[in-house]
């Protein structure tokens, strides 16, 4: 359990809730403004074919004043996720309740966890292809579903993707920053490795942007995951090293990542700075069905960098991760191929590390009052961590023309011979607010 965990939530361990139904047995997670409980359903009958009762997940947060944007925050948490809570491959919505103090949200309970799990600890993922085509679809669907009735996530990462024991099946989770809107001038909403550029906005300009394109980006940096075990970079804006080098170079993440062609081809698909050129959805999901393999063949990565073969030897199956780290040692020191590995590319971070606060800024936060619907795109509450993330600094959001449309490239073409930025260069320090 988290040692920042709300101090309420240790006192409801062992409680029941819904006149008794639900004993609350485990917390399994907390976000800005809730706690996640493991729950299990004691009027639900046993048998031998089914000796454990039945389980769900509680997220319970703390009741709002309906006069505040907290409780419209709520509101449209709970709207949205019940608009699409019937797919599949999204967490179901099983009840909802309220007492005096807090609102309690009885959701699907998956065994497995979230997607790090069975990702980077069970490394299950690894040369799979299968698998990897299964769970991605899955995911394609669930945001495509959510797309088509008018819901946009803003959050997609693995830690709001849980799975199965066995990893081979998904359902999207955390709704508490999607919107109706399809159009946003809210930046910064969303996890620092996992936004899109437009969404930061600094290279933007700071114009509204399409957030369905936006979670189209953040698909592309759960592929990436997926198939390499890192992230392409840590910031997708130009005072990041590794995203400058991607722009400058198309072809940069197969120089520094073990991936195939075929996916190295997708991802900058995915990775368009103009969002009106991004691919959609349907035309991702069909090339992902049609990829033969997500993975550099032990050819080309017998040809390729050094940093391209520790990064493949540092996330490869359990049986062969020991020979091929094994084969590495010759090659270079443990410091200098963990210089290589910070240097080109985001390693996934582990859950113990630290959180971090984020800001989350448009016109209408910044001037708003609570007269506003729940469905009004400037409501952004601060995002759930659970992995450290740097601060956003908070912004004014310029003013922008009628004419101004979105989808205008985010940097011009690299000239050859055009130096690089360095990495993290000239970044004011971060000004944390409290919204």
Avoid at 35 to 54: I, K, L, Q, W
Wanted: glycine residues 6%; aromatic residues 8%.
């Amino acid at each position: 359990m988290d040692d920042d965990c709300a101090p309420w939530a240790t006192d409801l361990l062992g409680a029941t809730i819904n006149e008794g139904q639900l004993r609350l047995v485990q917390i399994l997670g907390e976000g800005a403004y809730g706690v996640v409980f493991r729950a299990v359903d004691e009027s639900s009958p046993t048998s031998s074919a089914y000796p454990e009762p039945r389980q769900f997940a509680v997220k319970i947060m703390e009741r709002a004043d309906s006069r505040t944007r907290r409780w419209r925050y709520q509101q449209r948490e709970v709207a949205s996720h019940l608009t699409v809570s019937d797919h599949p491959n999204i967490v179901s919505v099983h009840d909802i309740f309220e007492c005096e103090f807090f609102l309690y949200i009885v959701l699907d309970y998956c065994v497995g966890g979230d997607l790090f799990n069975p990702m980077i600890e069970k490394l299950l993922y690894c040369r799979n292809d299968a698998l990897i085509k299964s769970v991605f679809v899955q995911l394609l669907d669930a945001v495509q579903y959510c797309h088509d009735h008018g819901v946009y996530h803003r959050d997609l990462k693995p830690d709001n993707i849980l799975t199965n024991e066995d990893g081979s099946e998904i359902k999207l989770a955390d709704f508490g920053l999607s919107t109706t809107a399809k159009v946003s001038d809210t930046f910064g909403c969303g996890s620092q490795n996992y936004m899109s550029p437009e969404c930061i906005g600094q290279d933007y300009e700071f114009h509204p942007y399409s957030t369905e394109a936006s979670d189209i980006w953040s698909l592309g940096v759960i592929l990436s995951n997926l198939i390499a075990g890192r992230n392409p970079w840590d910031y997708a804006t130009m005072n990041d090293k590794c995203f400058m080098r991607f722009l400058a170079n198309p072809n940069y993440l197969r120089e520094t990542l073990p991936i195939s062609q075929e996916s190295s081809e997708i991802l900058q698909a995915i990775f368009t700075t103009d969002p009106g050129m991004r691919i959609s959805i349907p035309a991702l999901r069909e090339r992902i069905l049609a990829v033969e393999t997500f993975f550099m063949s032990d050819e080309d990565l017998e040809r390729a960098t050094v940093h391209v073969k520790i990064a493949a030897a540092a996330y490869s199956p359990p049986g062969a991760k020991r020979l091929a780290l094994a084969r590495q040692q010759s090659i270079c020191t443990d410091g200098e191929a963990l210089r290589l590995l910070q240097h080109h590319s985001s390693p996934l971070e582990s859950r113990t590390s630290e959180k971090a606060k984020f800001v989350i800024c448009s016109s209408s936060d910044i001037f708003s009052d609570a007269s506003s619907s729940i469905t009004d795109e400037s409501d952004g509450p601060i995002t759930p961590q659970t992995h450290a993330q740097d601060p956003v600094k908070l912004v004014e959001v310029p003013e922008f023309g009628e004419k101004e449309k979105i989808g205008t490239a985010m940097v011009p073409v690299m000239r050859k011979g055009r130096s690089l930025p360095s990495y993290y260069d000239e970044i004011p320090p971060p000004i944390e607010v409290v919204l």
